[in-house]
């Protein structure tokens, strides 16, 4: 009785099995030095890659988890295989005839192989694809020329047909010898009364993993009088298909993802084929299942998705409501990826399958090329929902929105986020960032204790909150305290230029109130050869905070070699009311993007002019410097 394999055999296996090759299959690798490569580690999840590989000693080991061996163990501990699955599976591979010495006892095993069922869905998907050749399947073809693919697609891709009969894949399956517990384990068969056909009277795509085998399939509804009303029908979880583990057209995207270190999730079997005849060659796409952990874990290995080497991973939506809550839920993954995420969504809600049929191939590479970032996205949907033109609509925008950024964990990310949250509202990057500190149930640093000038301490309870002093050295407002420093200790006249200037040019609330008191006693003009001029405004304010403020102007030091003049003071207000410009184009650039062209060209026409306008002034301030 046949029992263990020789151990020539598994001698045999070892030498012509590359550790590389076998290993390359689930992760891309970089050389890492003479005769070695590395990989972020199949076995665990990391973000810097500690996984390596040495193929002319043929073992592996990852110094992260402490996983080694040889490639055997590999595809044993990543597959879930015994030695002598492993071993066979192996020689399968790379055609070595294994050979079992005579009179020992052969291992039991509980059930089917992963051989076997590995084995069947080869089989399966042979016979499903022959059948889309037959009379039988002209609505199956019509269907694929409806959607664009021709009969050379549905030969790249594997598409088939299984037959109405309902056990004709059985049939097929129990001829080329398969047991009945095989045939059920594998999924393909389904048992009541008697077998039948799991799938049947659909299009058929056959589901590989990244080494090209066959474990499972994915079904589409062809017919009216089909009982499952579900459009698709995907194989049921079995020892080798775990629908959170698998990407369908891994196989045909992997080694373009390891070149570009990019990786398009798309939603549909159609939109992976249609990405990839438009020569968008890294789609992918779930299997029945929202894009999860797992998945993420899958394409990191393949985009080498570490910290030193980053790449990018573009999800493809919908743009209904559906598709706006994937997103939702890819951006609560963000954190998976180390690699810059993206989101492509076509203006008219096409998806990459209907853009190919209408626009062409062309099209869908535009698609893809004008992503966005998926943060940017998700907060723009969530900033969509309300009037950012109203005080109120941009405090409720912010406290959805602060949520989502406080449930990313990456630190850098979140600081990141949350300034671009604030400019995409409209709000103060310190108020924004206090709501996202709150958001994720942490207080905001404490504010510095109240000073003496300010409140009476008998009067704290109830006094209002009022504004930090500025730093002197605070860089975000340093062009607008050196020019009230100019304003109090060399005031002159600058004709239109001085009369620009807006309490909205002073962003701090204490600068703003300072500038206000100028203005209030006619302009620094007003102040030119006073020599009691900080005196009067001194006198002017009741505020012990901006008193104090103004003492500090008065007294620091002006940094020129030489005696401020007209000229030297117009830099600084050109300087400021060119920050005012920007904040308002900014401002403008992002009513203009939340606006809708098509269903108000009125309005946008105006905010287009208000940008052309404030280009105009701005590059009109340059040339009063220049000149």
């Known amino acids: 009785m046949a029992g263990r394999i020789k151990e020539t055999s598994i001698q045999e296996v070892r030498e012509k099995a590359r550790l590389d090759d076998i290993v390359s299959q689930y992760v891309t690798l970089r050389r890492a030095g003479p005769g070695t490569f590395k990989g972020l580690c199949p076995f665990h999840d990391e973000k810097s890659p500690s996984f390596n590989v040495n193929p002319s000693r043929g073992f592996y080991k990852c110094f992260g988890c402490g996983e080694g061996g040889d490639v055997i163990d590999f595809v044993m501990k990543l597959d879930g295989l015994s030695f002598f699955e492993a071993v066979e599976r192996l020689g399968d591979k790379v055609g070595v005839q294994v050979q079992r010495e005579e009179g020992d006892d052969a291992p039991v095993r509980r059930g089917p192989g992963r051989g076997k069922l590995v084995e069947a869905h080869k089989v399966a998907a042979e016979f499903y694809a022959e059948q ?15 959607k664009g693919f021709d009969r050379d697609a549905a030969l790249h891709f594997g598409v088939g047909f299984s037959p109405r009969g309902g056990e004709d894949l059985y049939r097929h399956l129990r001829a080329r010898g398969f047991s009945d517990e095989e045939v059920v384990t594998a999924g393909l068969v389904a048992q009541g009364r008697s077998h039948y056909d799991r799938f049947r009277g659909r299009l058929m795509w056959p589901i590989r993993e990244s080494g090209g085998d066959v474990i499972g399939f994915g079904a589409r509804r062809l017919f009216d009088d089909d009982r499952i009303e579900a459009k698709y029908l995907n194989t049921s979880e079995t020892p080798i298909y775990k629908k959170s583990h698998v990407l369908y057209g891994i196989d045909l995207a992997r080694k373009e993802m390891a070149r570009t270190r990019e990786a398009v999730i798309v939603e549909g079997y159609t939109d992976v084929m249609a990405c990839h005849l438009a020569g968008v060659t890294t789609a992918v796409a779930t299997c029945g299942t ?28 919908d743009g209904d409501a559906a598709g706006q809550a994937a997103a939702l839920k890819a951006f609560k993954g963000d954190g998976n990826f180390t690699s810059q995420t993206y989101v492509a969504v076509e203006p008219d809600g096409l998806d990459p399958n209907d853009l190919r049929i209408k626009k062409g191939d062309e099209a869908v590479r535009e698609l893809l090329a004008n992503r966005v970032p998926l943060y940017e996205f998700v907060l723009r949907n969530v900033a969509s929902k309300y009037d950012l033109d109203r005080a109120d609509g ?104 001085t009369g620009e200037i807006t309490p909205e040019a002073f962003t701090h609330p204490l600068y703003r109130a300072l500038w206000e ?70 401002d403008v650039k992002s009513r203009l993007q939340r606006s809708d062209a098509a269903a108000d060209p009125d309005a946008y026409n105006r905010l287009f002019a208000q940008l052309a306008a404030l280009e105009q002034h701005r590059r009109g301030l340059r040339d009063l410097v220049a000149e």
């Open 132 to 146: 889309l050749l037959t009379p039988d399947a002209v609505v199956a073809r019509q269907f694929l020329a409806e």
């Open 290 to 317: 929202a894009f999860g952990d797992d998945h993420a874990k899958v394409l990191r290995r393949f985009i080498s998705d570490d910290q030193q080497l980053r790449g990018a991973v573009v999800f493809t939506f």
């Open 394 to 497: 941009r405090v409720d925008a912010l406290r959805e929105a602060a949520p989502l950024v406080a449930s990313v964990r990456d630190e850098s990310k979140k600081m990141g986020f949350t300034r671009d949250l604030a400019r995409f509202l409209g709000v103060d990057p310190d108020e924004a960032a206090r709501e996202v500190r709150r958001a994720a149930g942490r207080p905001a640093p404490s504010a510095a204790p109240p000073r003496r000038e300010a409140v009476a301490p008998q009067q704290a309870p109830a006094a209002p909150r009022r504004p930090p002093m500025p730093h002197p050295r605070e860089p975000r407002f340093a062009v607008e305290r050196e020019t009230l420093k100019l304003f109090v200790q060399h005031p002159v006249a600058l004709g239109r230029t």
């Open 517 to 586: 008191i100028i203005a209030g006693l006619g302009g620094p003009g007003a102040g030119t050869g006073d020599a009691g001029w900080a005196q009067k405004l001194a006198a002017a304010s009741s505020d012990p905070l901006v008193s104090r403020i103004l003492a500090e102007l008065a007294v620091e030091p002006i940094p020129s070699a030489k005696e401020p003049d007209s000229a030297y003071v117009l830099q600084y207000v050109v300087r400021l009311l060119e920050l005012l410009d920007q904040r308002r184009i900014a």
